[in-house]
């Protein structure tokens, strides 16, 4: 999986998602974010009984914008004794093994709010947020709290043929090539 550090300034990066896997992107400038859940003008959770899951909550306000293409990569912590599960893209179980993928989850022992781990970290682009659902094993009702950070960046579209053929070239292993990094939305590939 590609990590934040293969991305710079002036890299070039194609991203596989439906809609955007044929074509190829510069990247622009970045800047870091954060964000924690009941932070905004509309809280993700409520208060959760012991024993009880919150279900799936869209976290809609980590969706990059389009214009202009922004690209995130997004790590993630928790601090208290819920067990946390994440869908990416929406739907789509993340964490768990291929054979029962909604086994996975994260606490605050795995992923702690203030030193994520980046072994669970994940990218994100326009159309594609992440479902976070909290299950309550604690003795105690509680609102579940997620803290993300991450960092953005701009995506600029690469319209020279010239720069498209070397890239198409590197793709297939032809010289003269250009190098990119293939960002893969959510986590690895899965099957429909």
């Known amino acids: 999986m590609s990590k934040p550090e293969d991305i710079r300034e002036g890299y070039y990066v194609k991203v596989l998602t439906p809609a955007l896997e044929a074509k190829f992107f510069r990247v622009g400038k970045e800047e870091g974010f954060t964000y924690e859940t009941g932070t905004s003008d509309t809280a993700e959770f409520s208060s959760v009984a012991s024993g009880s899951s919150s279900g799936f909550k869209n ?78 094993v604690t003795a105690f009702s509680l609102t579940p709290k997620v803290w993300f950070e991450g960092k953005k960046w701009d995506l600029d579209e690469v319209k020279e043929i010239d720069i498209i053929t070397k890239l198409q070239n590197y793709e297939k292993g032809i010289a003269p090539g250009i190098p990119f990094t293939k960002i893969t939305i959510g986590g690895i590939k899965t099957a429909d």
Not at 71 to 91: H, N, S
Not at 93 to 120: C, M, Q, W
């Open 59 to 136: 976290i809609d306000v980590l969706e990059p914008d389009d214009a202009p293409k922004h690209l995130f990569w997004v790590e993630w912590g928790v601090k208290d004794g819920c067990q946390y599960k994440i869908k990416i893209p929406t739907g789509t179980d993340r964490l768990g093994v291929d054979e029962d993928k909604d086994v996975g989850f994260i606490t605050h022992e795995k992923s702690p709010y203030l030193a994520p781990n980046l072994r669970y970290g994940f990218w994100l682009v326009n159309d594609y947020y992440p479902a976070v659902d909290a299950n309550n």
